[in-house]
């Protein structure tokens, strides 16, 4: 049974710093690709970043301050947030992509405050 699960989000203030992280169970995790979306009020959920062993991509919006990582031995991939916007409140969501089918965490809440 796959299971992610999110933790690290907050409240921070403008220019600040946060590290997300999620721990993945139910596959084999070091051969798949993770991906962090994140869902602001009353927009589409979008993606962040995604990253596999071998090869990252980031949203626009995000890149040269977000960086997607991930440590194979605990199963976790971890998303690291600099200079951190107002725009960048959302909840934030692990993905873990199977097929067709999408796995979810329950999300993380994310907060900057200006």
């Known amino acids: 049974q796959v299971q992610l699960v999110e933790s690290g989000g907050g409240l921070v203030q403008a220019g600040g710093s946060l590290r997300l992280s999620c721990v993945a169970s139910g596959f084999i995790f070091s051969t798949n690709v993770m991906g962090w979306y994140r869902q602001a009020p009353g927009k589409q959920r979008e993606l962040v970043a995604r990253?596999?062993?071998?090869?990252?991509n980031y949203a626009d919006s995000v890149k040269g301050r977000f960086t997607i990582s991930r440590d194979n031995a605990k199963n976790t991939v971890y998303l690291q947030m600099n200079s951190l916007k107002p725009e960048d409140t959302a909840v934030y969501y692990c993905?873990?992509?199977?097929?067709?089918?999408?796995?979810w965490g329950p999300g993380t809440q994310v907060t900057v405050s200006s």
């Open positions: 990253g596999s062993a071998f090869s990252t």
């Open positions: 993905n873990y992509k199977l097929g067709p089918r999408d796995y």
